[in-house]
């Protein structure tokens, strides 16, 4: 049974910063791209990053990049995502997705889910 944990969200000042992490179990997890996506209040759900078992990195190309980072330990099965310098606007629900194969935008290539994680920047 495949399980997708998200952990590390809260309440943050903005200008602060926030590490999200994600573990995954029953998959092959070197095997396993693993993305984070996001939903505001009254917003659909949008990409923000992925990581393909590899290493190789997707981000969102608007306001996250140079601002969020997104790593994997593929001895720990875990993933996580460094937000720095926040703002109002990255309040959101945060969702860990898992895929076989490697990272993509598309939010349809992800098979597993997790809960979701709040993230809520005040001002």
């Known amino acids: 049974q495949v399980q997708v944990i998200e952990s590390g969200g809260g309440l943050v000042q903005a200008g602060g910063s926030l590490r999200l992490s994600c573990a995954a179990s029953?998959?092959?997890?070197?095997?396993?791209?693993m993305a984070w996506l996001r939903q505001a209040p009254g917003k659909e759900r949008e990409f923000v990053a992925a990581?393909?078992?590899?290493?190789?990195?997707?981000y969102d190309t608007g306001s996250v990049k140079g601002r969020f980072t997104i790593n994997r330990n593929n001895v720990a099965n875990t993933m996580w995502l460094q937000m720095n310098s926040l703002a109002v606007e990255d309040t959101a629900i945060y969702y860990c997705?898992?895929?076989?194969?490697?990272?993509?935008?598309?939010?349809?290539?992800?098979?597993?889910w997790g809960q979701g994680t709040q993230v809520t920047v005040s001002s």
């Open positions: 029953g998959l092959t997890f070197v095997n396993t791209a």
């Open positions: 990581i393909s078992g590899n290493g190789d990195r997707l």
């Open positions: 997705a898992a895929a076989e194969g490697w990272a993509s935008q598309r939010q349809r290539s992800y098979e597993y």
